[in-house]
């Protein structure tokens, strides 16, 4: 059988690879799952039983963040415990902040299955931006006349796809030729959704779209 830290350490390999399904294969059915943090963040709370671990902490985290990449560089097992250290670095999909905390974590393991799991991180890192205060979107073609700019309008129209959901405010401004666009959403995610529909349609008019640049919101007046 192998070791408790051997089970851990599978499990941070699975988690790395997106494979949550390895990562409950080490879980015991009736698991005692603890993330400290505030009511905000869904993902964490007090869960027992694999289906609340996978629904509330694994659900949560998929619905919260994106691109997450966790680091764990130092372990100290001892008998059936083991606890680790390391960083947690994720895009939250309601800001589009890139933002990183260390993590502490403990595990108890019985029988070859995780029984207890403790997790510690820096909370006020992932409540620094408000779900409300949403994300700027800057798009700067090299080329954009006006002609193609109102061609996708109407494409985007003729799709149901106007005002875009998620979407606060939009504008084109710019020299003859050169126009560019800003576009401010609610979300990381509600960009992405409308990105689905737009980006075809910038390729099938002919715009060369650069990488948009994504900046969350500080504030916003005049409304």
């Known amino acids: 059988m192998p070791s408790p830290l051997e089970i851990v350490k599978e499990m941070y390999a699975a988690f790395g690879r997106g494979d949550i399904a390895g ?5 015991a059915d009736d698991v005692e799952w603890i993330a400290e943090g505030p009511e905000e963040m869904v993902f964490t709370g007090i869960r027992h039983g694999k289906k609340e671990v996978l629904d509330g902490f694994f659900g949560g985290i998929a619905r919260e963040h994106a691109d997450p990449v966790l680091e764990m560089t130092e ?9 680790s250290f390391g960083r947690y670095s994720v895009t939250l999909k309601r800001s589009g902040n890139r933002v990183s905390s260390p993590v502490g974590h403990l595990f108890k393991v019985r029988g070859g299955k995780v029984i207890h799991y403790t997790n510690m991180l820096n ?3 992932f409540m620094g931006q408000p779900a409300t205060s949403g994300i700027v979107v800057v798009f700067a073609a090299e080329k954009l ?3 193609q700019y109102d061609e996708v309008l109407r494409r985007l129209a ?7 959901a998620g979407g606060k405010f939009h504008v084109c401004y710019g020299e003859p030729g050169k126009l560019r666009v800003l ?10 959704n409308f990105a689905q529909i737009l980006m075809p349609i910038i390729h099938a008019v002919g715009i060369e779209a650069a990488q948009p640049e ?3 919101v500080h504030g916003s007046n005049w409304q």
């Open 183 to 192: 576009d401010v959403f609610d979300s990381l995610e509600s960009f992405q």
């Open 214 to 216: 994504i900046l969350p």
């Open 145 to 147: 006349e006006a002609a």
């Open 75 to 83: 372990f100290v097992a001892q008998g059936d415990a083991v606890a």
């Open 158 to 164: 003729a799709k149901g796809a106007l005002p875009p």
């Open 123 to 125: 909370t006020a890192a």
């Open 23 to 27: 990562v409950m294969a080490h879980i």
